[in-house]
């Protein structure tokens, strides 16, 4: 016991000499001298963890809050974070049923109201581990001069590759047909579409747009159909009804147009093949219009949507350290989440496919 309050006291000595050492200039905001936190790891960790590449919460604060403008999927199948750390979850698809069932609503003074269940079929799901890591041997990380710059950038491209992997997984659910009801769905022919003679894109869009279970308030396409879309001569007659059918919408006269909340341009390319020096880029959205209908409130039991993202807990961000690699080892940037889209009312969207004229007619 004596030697254990011995040791203590050595301890707390060597403190409050770090402290008159440290100075008054270079407490943290806890109000600790910045040697001792950095000696036990209050900053995230150097020698804490035996890292030689900081972490903590600036660096998982990056992770957590970094978004690429060019990327819509999550606006797509926005993000519902699940309660607790189980992977495995179960959600309700959503039925006709469920939409149009009006309930009584009507209360006398001594019953009780009646009860509403929202449900549908349920499914089940589990979400799927998605990340990337880099490796830094230890001998580049000798000639590093700001260690917190270089984690910070190598996380945030992590993470927006991480993202770009999403966005591609999000726009291949969104542009199957399989993932859209009876009828709401249609693949035109190369001379058909917008271009063709006789082709009114905007009489095709006020017909669909009544279709789905609920009206849709998001409309998407690619850049490409962007373009197209809002030079359409159909669309700007409509748009200025006294005009020739030249000129360019804008994206709120085409929202105002079709009575829609959004519209989602997708601009993201992807390589499609594993050599990065040559490389093949591909627009990871199609050439198609398609429109969803989503609740702000809806979530994977309750609402009405088209599609939604589980995920379990926030996004993660570590660095791991790795004796097998070169002479000194390495250590491990690693960023990610856990997460997995589903279709939740297929009968709330349709899809418009191959929607711009590709050939001569």
Known sequence: MKKITKYALMLISLVCVLSTIAGADTLTACGVPQIVANL???????????????????????????????????????????????????????????AFTAPETRVGRTSEPNIIHLSGEERTGACVAHGLQDIVPKEDIDQIKNKERFVNTHLEYLMNQVLLGREMRVANTVQNTSNYGTGLSHT???????????????????????????????????????????????????????SNGAGVATRQQIMDLFEVDQILVGEARVNTTKNAKNPTLARCWGNNIWAHYSEPLSNLKEGIAWGMTAQVGERYAAIVEDEKVGLKGAEVIKAGFYQ?????????????????????G
């Open 40 to 98: 036990f790891g209050a900053d995230g960790g150097y020698l804490a963890a035996g890292l030689l590449l900081p972490i903590g919460e600036q660096q998982t604060g990056i992770v957590a809050a970094y978004q690429n403008k060019k990327l819509i999927a999550d606006q797509v199948m926005p993000i519902k974070v699940l309660d607790g750390p189980e992977l495995a979850f179960k959600y309700y698809e959503r039925t006709k049923g469920d």
């Open 188 to 242: 035109y022919e190369a001379a058909q579409g917008i271009g063709a003679d006789g082709f009114n894109i905007v009489e095709v869009l006020l017909e669909y747009l009544e279709k789905p279970l609920a009206r849709p308030n998001i409309i998407g396409m690619n850049a490409f159909v962007w373009a197209k879309l809002r030079t359409d001569p159909n669309i700007l007659r409509a748009v200025y009804p006294n």
């Open 340 to 360: 997995t889209e589903v279709v939740v009312g297929k009968d709330a969207g349709f899809i418009l496919k191959d929607v711009v004229k590709s050939t001569q």
